[in-house]
């Protein structure tokens, strides 16, 4: 009797473990095997494999939309916007954890307080704000909201590991004769790094895939952003399927071959930022 | 208390202005903009009218909002009921660390790393009546009457779209996998000497350990469902008629579609206090706010 009920416990077990690798895989195998088959082989029957390599739609997918250019575009909105938002965030966060002053609490109840505003709700006044402040349509204007967005989580997880270093190094550092600049860069921030990575991290793939601030604030070609080019496949490609999976193809691939290959490094970013905020 | 020194304070203030700057630009002012203009007929370009509660009384009576209503609750029940149990029973399952489970885990994580975007765009080819695998895959075992245009008709529409998410539950499964690895192994295993099954195991030792975690969950995937638009955006736009509308989408409209300022920023308002709600309900039930 025990034993059948392992054996069943067993098979419970792999069933789900299938049924989630399934789940996971199966649409994006789907789109990957089906982005090499022509438009014909896609409507004649969904499942068959490609006949042989048809590149032709990702010929077609280039030559509708500069998809490097917005590739570029994302890289390097993503980028800046995370590389500014962690350094202030890290200085704010060191001052807010380590120095005594008036208010300190309130201040950092305040800005936490932006977590629990959802973005879409301040959907139009930042678009207002962009637009009065000659920020629509450009990249400045996505940088500066792509900020915002990292605040709350960042702060949060830099505060508490600046919290946590031991007050003995901050010492040592002022009798060695190390001014405040010299002390936060020099021995804070490399006590801080496995924080700062995680809310780069985090920064990176929230506005790396952003899509709504995006579509609103930028118009020009010049400025899209590689979420928006799968936008606009759904409304200008129509029927041709080829093209438009092999558009979604390229717009995906950097993410999973990013996440290949920091995988430990993403799952404990994102472990951190979910528990911690 | 030490003092600080004069360059210490100069120091202090200047640290914290880019992020004291970027908080008023982007939470601060938008917020209260949001929240005033609530109260007034706006269109943008014409300064406010104030109407008192005027945009308030007319959502709650229209029947788009209704509507909208309607399937965000359905949707935040989803991501309670079913969303974060299957994360947490995958984590369970993971736990038991038989063979592929890495394999499994990192499987889980690529709909969650890829846009929301391109899995909503992913789902549109599955949900295709023409091409798509679902319908096809029907045809194929003989079930030709249960195909369906799945986004297109108003009554399978809604519950496509949730597919796109539902299953997802990635994060919930690595959040309670972490917390799992954080528990003393010696409980486990003692009540296994003591005869415990592993489902009683689950059920009467984990289980409560992780109530916090859980309600963690509960609260992101709860405010998830709640700010979720893209799955929308790219798949139904709210329709046919009204029948995937949510409360992100109709705000959208709103503003693009109309310039109904004062009324989507009404919405908007609703959208922050259902957030901070379900925030609240679930420190109280899940006693998250108590220390152990």
């Known amino acids: 009797m025990k034993k059948k009920h392992k054996a069943g416990k067993t098979v419970f077990e792999y069933a789900v473990m299938l049924i989630v690798v399934f789940v996971a895989l199966l649409p994006v195998v789907w789109v990957l095997v089906s982005s090499f088959k022509t438009n014909k082989e896609i409507l004649s029957s969904s499942f068959s494999l490609p006949t042989s ?31 500014i938002g962690v350094t202030i965030y890290a200085m704010a966060a060191y001052v807010l954890a380590r120095k005594n002053f008036i208010g300190k609490g309130i201040i950092f109840t305040i800005f936490i307080s932006s977590m629990l505003i959802p ?34 989580i960042s702060l949060f997880l830099l505060r508490s590991t600046f919290l946590g270093c031991p007050k003995e190094l901050e010492e040592a550092a002022a009798i060695e004769g190390a001014g405040f600049l010299r002390t936060f860069w020099s021995v804070m921030l490399p006590l801080a790094k496995p924080a700062l990575s995680s809310s780069a991290i985090l920064m990176f793939l929230g506005n790396w895939n952003e899509l709504v601030f995006a579509l609103l604030l930028t118009s020009s070609e010049k400025n899209r952003t590689l979420p928006l080019t799968m936008k606009f496949f759904t409304t200008t490609f129509g029927f041709d399927y080829s093209a438009m999976l092999a558009a979604l193809v390229l717009c995906m691939l950097p993410t999973i071959i990013v996440y290949l290959f920091l995988q430990r490094q993403i799952m404990e970013s994102m472990i951190a930022g979910a528990v911690k905020g | 208390m030490r003092k600080n020194s004069t360059s210490t304070k100069i120091w202090i ?19 209260f903009t949001t929240v005033v203009s609530s109260f007034t007929k706006w269109n943008g370009m014409e300064p406010m009218k104030f109407v008192g509660l005027d945009n308030y009384i007319k959502i709650f009576q229209s029947k788009d909002f209704l509507t909208a209503l309607k399937n965000t609750l359905i949707w935040a029940a989803a991501a309670a009921f079913i969303h974060v149990p299957f994360g947490v029973i995958v984590s369970l399952v993971l736990f038991r660390k038989r063979k592929g489970w890495k394999f499994v885990r990192s499987s889980f994580m690529i709909p969650n790393m890829i846009s929301k975007t391109a899995l909503a765009l992913m789902f549109t080819f599955i949900f295709k009546p023409d091409v798509g695998i679902l319908n ?23 519950f496509s779209i949730t597919n796109i998410w539902l299953w997802y539950a990635a994060l919930i499964t690595l959040i309670t996998f972490s917390e799992l690895t954080m528990i003393s192994s010696g409980l486990a295993e003692s009540a296994k000497i003591d005869g415990a099954t592993d489902l009683q195991i689950d059920l009467l030792i984990y289980l409560p350990l992780l109530k916090r975690i859980i309600g963690t969950g509960v609260v992101i995937a709860v405010v998830g469902v709640f700010k ?13 008629g009204n029948a995937t509308m949510n409360l992100a989408m109709m705000m959208y409209n709103r503003i693009m579609n109309s310039s109904q300022y004062g ?30």
């Open chain 2, 263 to 292: 009324y989507a920023n009404a919405l908007g308002v609703l959208l922050l206090l259902l957030s901070i709600g379900v925030l609240v309900i679930c420190n109280k039930l899940f006693a998250m706010d108590k220390e152990d």
């Open chain 1, 53 to 83: 390599l048809y590149l032709g739609g990702y010929k077609e997918a280039l030559s509708k939309v500069n998809i490097p250019a917005r590739f570029l575009n994302s890289l390097i909105v993503t980028s800046v916007s995370t590389v």
């Open chain 2, 13 to 31: 203030i200047l640290f914290l202005i880019p992020t004291a700057a970027v908080f008023c630009l982007l939470f601060a002012v938008p917020l």
């Open chain 2, 228 to 240: 979720e638009f893209e799955t929308i955006f790219i798949t139904t736009n709210g329709g046919p």
């Open chain 1, 119 to 152: 973005g879409n709700a301040l959907l139009q006044p930042i678009f207002l704000m962009m637009v009065r402040m000659g920020l629509y349509d450009t990249k400045a204007g996505l940088i500066l909201v792509y900020i915002g967005f990292g605040m709350p």
């Open chain 2, 136 to 158: 096809s895959f029907l045809r194929g075992i003989g079930l030709e009457k249960w195909t369906h245009n799945w986004l297109q008709e108003e009554a399978t529409a809604l």
